[in-house]
Nanobody, 124 residues
Framework: QVQLAESGGDSVQTGGSLRLACVVS????????AGWFRQAPGKEREGVAM????????DYADAVKGRFTVSQDSAQNTLALEMNNLKPEDTAMYYC?????????????????WGQGTQVTVSS
């Protein structure tokens, strides 16, 4: 059974930083893609970052490029998202995802497994 559990969400002020973590069980991250998504109230879930250690590949949504960094610890089987220079528009529930089965990584339907989410709130 695949399980993902996010942590690290908090309330910060504009310009602040947070580090989100996702612990994964039942699935070897090092062999497959993994990603981070976010969903703000009233909006669709959107892809934020993607990583595939096996190919040394990462990708980011334009809105977070240069501010967010995705990483993976193969030994611990965890995924992380370092977020710097946070803005109010980054406020959302953040989810980690695994089990990409085709299609562009930014699409929610591309992924099979999801965590429950962790809330990030950025105040101005």
């Amino acid at each position: 059974q695949v399980q993902l559990a996010e942590s690290g969400g908090d309330s910060v002020q504009t310009g602040g930083s947070l580090r989100l973590a996702c612990v994964v069980s039942g699935y070897r991250l090092s062999r497959y893609w993994a990603g981070w998504f976010r969903q703000a109230p009233g909006k669709e879930r959107e892809g934020v970052a993607m990583i595939y250690i096996g190919l040394g590949e990462t990708d980011y949504a334009d809105a977070v490029k240069g501010r967010f960094t995705v990483s993976q610890d193969s030994a611990q089987n965890t995924l992380a998202l370092e977020m710097n220079n946070l803005k109010p528009e980054d406020t959302a529930m953040y989810y980690c995802a695994a089990g990409r089965h085709g299609g562009h990584w930014t699409r929610r339907a591309t992924w099979d497994y999801w965590g429950q989410g962790t809330q990030v709130t950025v105040s101005s």
